[in-house]
């Protein structure tokens, strides 16, 4: 009896072993494609990293990796999807910042970045830009300061829509300097600067790559928000420069999968992905976007997400925000 329990014992094992998802086991992945979401419409900057990053990883890993765009609510409609996915390694999200640090501070959704997600890499960032009409009285970002002090609730600025990064960024900046100006959405980014450009409204702090194209021509670039200068801009001083020490609003765009997976598969990903980023061929396509490398792993990219989770819902208080 105890040689016959032991062997209906045995089999029960492996039948359980058997019936275990397939993601339990990851020493053969991949082994099929690897879906990348992407919560934009193609041609973007979230959009155009995640190609770049997705072809060399099917060169590296040795199967395809595809872009599936799922535009729609900020960003809620793909990061819903990829908290609801399998943790088999076979789904991945190059998220940005705001699916993680804003959009659920404003809008009601059905997955938490931190619970749901698993940190593989954060990929790049771009910093913003202040860019200002060429006709505007302030040429350089003090002559903006005083302008602005001078004139307490009377200064407009655009933005890509409330709640929007960039109008967030322009919330810090103006409580940190102390500024009081009038705020002027946009739906997006595009029709923010060409108002700017037109001279319907004098500024917008807006993403690095919008402003690249026109800076030195249509508007005149006062400030960037990053941690330093950026090489597009190398005679734009950044806010920190110029009296306001620490001061950082950064977006990016990293890979995260469905919580659960495989920590052998999140670490085989980030370590492809440090490689990516320090190739010369990869740099240059991201120079073209405006980015910056980064290429943080599994929990420096996790810690970055808890940092600005907190720096953002407090943007987010200050600026009153009622949708």
């Known amino acids: 009896m105890t040689t016959r329990r032991r062997v209906l014992q045995g089999l029960a094992g492996v039948a359980a072993a058997m019936a275990l998802p397939r993601y339990a086991f990851a020493g053969g992945w991949p082994e099929r494609p690897i879906k990348m979401i992407v919560p934009f419409a193609p041609g973007g900057n979230t959009d155009g990293i995640a190609r770049i990053i997705g072809n060399y990883l099917s060169e590296k890993l040795g199967e395809t990796f595809v872009v599936d765009n799922r535009p729609g609510a900020g960003g809620i409609v793909a990061a819903d999807a990829l908290a609801k996915a399998a943790p088999d390694g076979y789904t991945m999200l190059m998220v940005a910042l705001p699916q993680v640090a804003i959009v659920p501070v404003l809008h009601k959704v059905h997955y938490d970045p931190v619970k749901d997600f698993a940190p593989i890499c954060d ?63 946009y739906k997006g980014g595009a029709p923010a600067i060409a108002d700017v450009i037109a001279g319907q409204v004098p500024v917008y702090f807006g993403n690095l790559s919008e402003a690249l194209p026109h800076a030195g021509r249509d508007l005149n670039a006062l400030a960037v928000s990053g941690a330093k200068r950026s090489g597009k801009l190398p005679n734009v001083p950044t806010i920190a420069e110029v009296g306001y020490p620490g001061f950082k609003s950064e977006t990016w765009n990293g890979v995260v999968a469905p919580a659960g997976t495989p920590q052998e598969i999140v670490d085989k990903v980030a370590t492809a992905i440090q490689a990516a980023v320090k190739e010369k061929s990869i740099l240059d396509r991201f120079d073209t976007y405006g980015v910056d490398a980064i290429g943080a792993g599994p929990a420096e990219f996790k810690a970055i997400m808890l940092d600005d989770i907190a720096k953002w819902k407090s943007a987010i208080s200050a600026a009153k925000i009622k949708l």
């Open 123 to 185: 990929v790049a960032s771009n910093p913003f830009c202040l860019v200002a009409n060429r006709d505007f009285e302030a040429k350089d970002i003090k002559q903006f300061i005083e302008y602005v002090k001078a004139r307490p609730g009377k200064v407009p600025y655009a933005s890509g829509g409330t709640g929007s990064v960039s109008h967030l960024t322009m919330v810090l900046f103006l409580q940190r300097a102390g500024l009081d100006m009038v705020h002027v959405p």
